[in-house]
């Protein structure tokens, strides 16, 4: 079983920042893709960014250029730094990583719990 710890939400004003991070732990072989997604209310839950074991990463068209995803593999951590933030941003953020169990032959895909991240003056 694997979990995920998320950390770093809250409330900001427009323009502000915001860094969200989530680690994973227990019976992890490896991690392939680690991202980041999102669900504001009255809304299905949408891709934010993700990244690749390789370092690969991949946006919404909607927060290119102002969001930053990275990873720390030695900490099985990853990070999603918010810049320029917008009211439109509002909503709880999910932490979902996927990747090899440490019994053989598992597999992952796991979710956090959740962070609310809230924009507004």
């Known amino acids: 079983q694997v979990q995920l710890v998320e950390s770093g939400g809250g409330l900001v004003q427009p323009g502000g920042s915001l860094r969200l991070s989530c680690a994973a732990s227990g019976s992890i072989f490896s991690i392939d893709a680690m991202g980041w997604y999102r669900q504001a209310p009255g809304k299905q839950r949408e891709l934010v960014a993700a990244i690749t074991s390789g370092g690969s990463t991949n946006y919404a068209d909607s927060v290119k250029g102002r969001f930053t995803i990275s990873r720390d593999n030695a900490k099985n951590t990853v990070y999603l730094q918010m810049n320029n933030l917008k009211p439109e941003d509002t909503a709880v953020y999910y932490c979902?990583?996927?990747?090899?169990?440490?019994?053989?032959?598992?597999?992952?895909?796991?979710w956090g719990q959740g962070t609310q991240v809230t924009v507004s003056s």
């Open positions: 979902n990583t996927n990747g090899r169990g440490s019994r053989p032959g598992v597999r992952y895909d796991s």
